[in-house]
């Protein structure tokens, strides 16, 4: 009787498993987050050395705690029922945090701090505590617990770094942001409780996979949003109409690049693997990567663009080649995650842009940016020759497999 009484709160199997409207508005905060992510990694154009390390770093930390915050609300709706008002009660305060974290952003490791820390400890702690009471004598209510629990084990440490010294705040935070991510994937032990790992949680895995789909689409969306913006803000020329179309098309291969099967194939794979859960949580790992090079690759826009003939900078290539890099590099990943293989067009891309960024640390961003579309290209032409003639290849995950030691999925 108890757990039927919060029984209602949780994904039926008769549920779409698409992507709600709701889901779709908490995403128009996310942009705002984004857009403060590259505002500051475009603040580190003129940096070099142990300087422009720092920047990077210091905003990584940032993007990975929204990450964990729009991961987190993800899995909740793929859980959960996301017509129910409690849900969304839930999806729509979470909204309003991240709106406060994407404000504060940009100076979040300086004044800003303790509004982002706040911000973002009311989801974590809060959050889960709210979903907890609403299940009320449910046995899945110990989930959300756990997840309390171990958010106010690391909420010191935000909240120390907010209020103390502005030179401990890096470490503090970083220690606090590795609890967090330790504890989502060690499934946030507890004494007498045990765990709750993630991989075993049963899943709307369509659902999932329309939101990892969906935040790719918001990246690339934020880098046209760059490219028209700086180009319309700057002086017309030649050069910048050129940066401006490189850009552009750069964008637009790595869309092909990602939907080119994996991506578009992603939700057929969740819903053959025999444990999604797996299958989600490795493929949460490999967008956070995708999304991170999309944004980088986006700053290297905005760099090329602005000044497309200039001096090397170490800046401009991190952001220009560094974001195609690790694009490739995920999405290899991806493509072993569906088909359990290796992606040699993008093995290719990757070894000629590790061969060549010697060389365009000595040339000018628009020559690299430019090397780096035509290497786009090649993949992206290494992938329509190999598919051409041959059915469309189905999906065989080896990361969503259930093997004889794994306990059985979550109720």
Avoid: C, N
Avoid at 57 to 83: K, M, Q
Avoid at 225 to 237: E, M, Q, T
Avoid at 278 to 306: K, W
């Amino acid at each position: 009787m108890a757990a039927g009484r919060g029984a209602e709160l949780l994904r039926p199997a008769t549920s779409s498993g698409r992507a709600t409207f709701l889901e779709l508005f908490f995403d128009l905060a996310l942009v705002v987050a984004l857009t403060r992510v590259s505002q500051r990694f475009a603040d580190l154009g003129d940096d070099t050395g142990w300087v422009l390390l720092g920047g990077v770093g210091r905003t990584l930390l940032l993007f990975l705690a929204l990450w964990l915050i729009w991961s987190h609300t993800s899995w909740i709706t793929s859980r959960y029922e996301p017509e129910q008002p409690i849900i969304q009660a839930v999806v729509v305060g979470t909204m309003f945090a991240g709106l406060i974290m994407a404000v504060t952003l940009p100076r979040a490791m300086e004044e800003r701090a303790l509004p982002f820390a706040v911000a973002y400890l009311m989801v974590m702690v809060v959050r889960p505590l709210v979903i907890a009471a609403a299940l009320r004598g449910h046995p899945r209510r110990l989930v959300p617990f756990r997840l309390a629990v171990w958010a106010s084990a690391s909420a010191p440490l935000w909240l120390a770094g907010a209020l103390g010294p502005d030179r401990l705040r890096l470490p503090l935070w970083a220690a606090a942001l590795a609890v967090d991510y330790l504890a989502w994937g060690l499934g946030w032990p507890l004494p007498w409780l045990g765990v709750s790992k993630v991989s075993h949680w049963r899943i709307a895995g369509t659902h999932l996979a329309d939101r990892y789909q969906q935040v790719v689409l918001i990246a690339l969306g934020e880098s046209i949003l760059i490219i028209g913006v700086v180009f319309s803000g700057a002086d017309y020329s030649a050069e910048r109409a050129a940066a401006f179309a490189v850009a552009f098309a750069t964008s637009a291969l790595l869309w092909r690049i990602y939907f080119y099967r994996a991506g578009l194939l992603l939700s057929d794979a969740l819903a053959r693997a025999a444990m999604p859960g797996r299958l989600g949580t490795a493929s949460e790992r490999t967008h956070l990567l995708i999304v991170l090079s999309v944004l980088v690759t986006a700053v290297g826009y905005e760099l090329v663009i602005d000044d497309p003939f200039g001096q090397p900078r170490p800046s401009w290539l991190l952001f220009v080649v560094g974001g195609p890099v690790l694009f490739l590099v995920a999405r290899i990943r991806l493509d072993y995650e569906i088909f359990g293989r290796l992606s040699w067009s993008r093995v290719i891309g990757l070894v000629v842009l590790v061969l060549f960024t010697p060389l365009l640390a000595r040339w000018a961003p628009m020559v690299g940016l430019s090397v780096v579309a035509a290497v786009l290209a090649l993949v992206a032409l290494l992938d329509a020759l190999r598919s051409r003639g041959r059915p469309l290849e189905v999906p065989s995950s080896p990361v969503g497999q259930a093997t004889s030691g794994d306990p059985d999925a979550e109720a």
